[in-house]
């Protein structure tokens, strides 16, 4: 198991624009991360960085001992997997059980094991009942779950996901949640980005929080939604229930539905 560490990292896109400002960060194996703030932070530049998708113009990337610029990116995502916020600029077989076989075929693994992190991945994120589809005919929330399948099923160490939350309804995040209970409990280490602050409070336990090109704070989700100042900062939001109870006076960093009822209760 590998931790992922950061340390001084800038990133400049061709034209010299200025995307990631000298950045650190840790995020130890097994982790559960969520990486929030508003459009333009650098969010998604950091992440890229973090699987060789780009490479760090100053500084270094890490993951365990491997430095990403000594690596190419085929390399590194047999460590570090990543779900493209559209999945679109990810599928591109005509099946959805080709689509999610493609990766562990590439890995040259027994018919045995190839079969079995196949339907393993299938089944957890629920797209067996769609493996023999047209993953294009599929609506865009169900093609994102396509898209995390085929990831699951490489094996990688460690998961990003760019905004899976984006256009999902309620069942789609319950589906996300359960997705993400599975791989922590399988050890791995997740990176989420998501703009929905519920989402984040729900089901992660470390927050890290970016505003114009660097990290502003980091720390548990009760920590990051009850500091004001880091909050303006980076333009973002209490979830709904902390807002509520704010309003109302009721004490504690309140952050879920049963830390309310248990204010409630106390007061």
Known sequence: MRDLILKDVSFSYPGGFLAVDQINMEIKAGDNVAIVGQNGAGKTTTVKM?????????????????????????????????????????????????EVRFGPKTLKLS?????????????ITGMDRFKDENPLNLPLSTRKFVTIAAVIAMGTEILIFDEPTAGQDVEGNKMLSGILQKLHEQRKTVITISHDMEFVASNFKKVIVMAKKKIVRSGTPAEIFWDFETLEKAMLKQPYVSRVCKALHIEGNIISIEDAIEGILNR
């Not at 690596?71 to 600029?89: C, E, K, L, W």
């Not at 018919?111 to 089944?123: C, F, G, I, N, W």
């Open 111 to 123: 018919k045995e094991e190839e079969d079995k992190r196949v339907q393993e991945a299938l089944e």
């Open 50 to 98: 973090m699987n060789g998708l780009l490479h760090p113009t100053k500084g270094d990337v890490l993951v365990g001992d491997m430095n990403t610029k000594d690596y190419t990116t085929a390399q590194i995502s047999r460590i570090v997997g990543y779900v493209f916020q559209n999945p679109d600029d990810q599928i591109f077989h005509a099946t959805v059980e080709s």
